[in-house]
């Protein structure tokens, strides 16, 4: 008897199912990053201080007092980064503007910030990937925190001006697919202002709401603007979701998943969507509720052309009395060092449960999607079997809900580089691309060789 396994294609480490819509052309393949993640160069050309530097230079906040002063050394090696995007074959990139980078502390244009980002897009369309642009992606000039930052309506209007100046600055340059206004406004509102983990380190369910409801009115009065600077893209905005799961099968804990699933999904897309906050909400947070002045909805729900889900785990949830609701964990589940779950189902599971509760439900694009392991360079090689298998079941998982009927147009693989995770400084390495901070070598890991692999394939037919 022959137990040779049959030959394994390296695409087939990762790639979609035979026969799978994510398989046809049109689908868009990318991977993503954000700025002050990789960037770098926090002090040059006119660079203000963000949120995030203050926040990392704060003793006790960032895992080994971190920060993203040099990251991955972007700023200066953006055209190597070009060539592995391209070396990949992805049809397009996503990426973030560091506000603080591009606009100087009187609303003006700072002409040496915005030139890096002419460049980028240039490089990119000279290597044939269209952009994704996220105008926010957590770094808030410093100096709009320091008058109150999201919990002041004014910063809502700032953003607005920014997305006009940068959407008019760049018109002309590459060939931006679409805008982002927000990455994840649950984290900025919640972790920023609510919990405190992420900066502007505040703590404050209250403060939360109000945060979540200025930086939604912010998205709403740069929509128009970016329509008219840019009618050709495509504008829309991109929320971390995650399914929540009743640990036992009972009514108390389904409740409490389902409350959960309020607080993480419905707080950001029911206003977006349905033009209201979920009522339920405020069970959870008495009190809570924002200051909504009359019209914000309105702006908040206007018609978005695509919706972005950063897709990463699940919620296992238990009932600990009336509203009050706990997380469950579950040893004996496959885990990755961020402690998150891997459960590909909840993908599937989440966006038919989204085409369900959401009549307007927009086109969604898998913004984010992927996970960090301990990966080491080995004789040249990184083999990262975890994520390998971890990407290959998720593009199952959306593959099954686009045959259920749910319109998903792309995913972007979470992430280009191993980079800076936030309050987990470098020790979470959540690249295609292996980064060694000591000497900026990048080695692709053998889930970027076989992601690389499919999407030829792919374009070969
Ligand atoms: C998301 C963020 C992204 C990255 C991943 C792991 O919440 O948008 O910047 O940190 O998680």
């Not at 960032?62 to 992805?90: K, N, S």
């Not at 309050?423 to 979470?428: D, K, N, Q, S, V």
Request: proline letters at 6%; a negative charge.
């Amino acid at each position: 008897m022959d137990l040779t396994p049959p030959p394994v294609s390296l695409a087939d480490l990762v790639a979609p199912p035979a026969g799978s819509p994510m398989r046809r052309r049109e689908f868009i393949f990318g991977a993503g990053t954000s700025s002050y993640q990789i960037e770098g160069a926090a002090h040059e050309d006119g660079r203000l201080e963000s949120i995030w530097d203050r926040f990392s230079a704060t003793p006790g906040k960032v895992l080994r007092g971190e920060d993203g002063a040099v990251a991955c050394d972007h700023y200066h090696r953006w055209q190597e980064d070009l060539d592995i995007l391209q070396r990949l074959g992805v049809d397009a990139y996503r990426f973030s503007i560091a506000w603080p980078r591009v606009m100087d502390q009187g609303g003006q244009p700072n002409e040496r910030g915005i030139d890096f980002y002419k460049r980028l897009l240039d490089g990119l369309a000279e290597r044939g990937i269209r952009a994704f642009v996220t105008l926010y992606h957590w770094d808030l000039p410093q100096h709009l925190e320091d008058r109150g930052g999201w919990l002041n309506r004014e910063t809502a209007y700032r953003f607005a001006d920014y997305a006009d100046l940068m959407s008019r600055k760049l018109a002309g340059h590459g060939d931006v697919a679409a805008w982002t206004t927000h990455n994840e406004p649950w984290c900025a509102a919640y972790l920023g202002y609510g919990d405190g983990h992420h900066a502007p380190g505040l703590a404050n369910p209250r403060w939360a709401a109000q945060a979540m409801h200025h930086l939604l009115l912010g998205h709403g009065l740069a929509l128009p603007a970016l329509r008219a600077n840019a009618p050709g893209a495509q504008h829309g905005i991109v929320a971390n979701c995650a399914p929540g799961y009743a640990d036992r099968d009972t009514a108390a804990d389904r409740d409490a998943a389902s409350l959960f699933e309020t607080y993480q999904n419905r707080w950001v897309l029911d206003p977006l969507l349905k033009g209201e906050y979920p009522a339920e909400l405020w069970r959870y947070w008495k009190g809570c509720e924002p200051l909504v002045l009359p019209g914000d909805m309105e702006l908040i729900r206007q018609p978005i052309d695509y919706l972005g889900i950063n897709f990463y785990s699940r919620a296992v949830l238990r009932s600990q009395g009336p509203d009050t609701i706990a997380w469950v964990r579950h040893p004996d589940v496959e885990r990755t060092t961020m402690d998150w779950e891997v459960y590909p189902q909840g993908m599937q599971d989440l966006f038919e449960a989204f085409k369900r509760d959401y009549a307007n439900l927009p086109p969604l694009y898998v913004t984010e999607n992927g996970m960090s392991s301990h990966d080491s360079v080995a004789h040249g090689e990184v083999d990262d079997v975890q994520r390998q298998n971890y990407i290959k079941q998720h593009f199952a998982a959306c593959s099954r809900a686009m045959d259920s009927g749910v319109d998903v147009r792309g995913y972007f693989i979470w992430s280009l580089l191993d980079n800076f995770e936030w309050a987990f400084g470098y020790e979470r390495r959540f690249g295609l691309v292996h980064v060694d901070f000591e000497t900026q070598q990048r080695t692709l890991k053998r889930s970027a060789l076989a992601y690389a692999d499919f999407l030829r394939e792919r374009a070969a037919g």
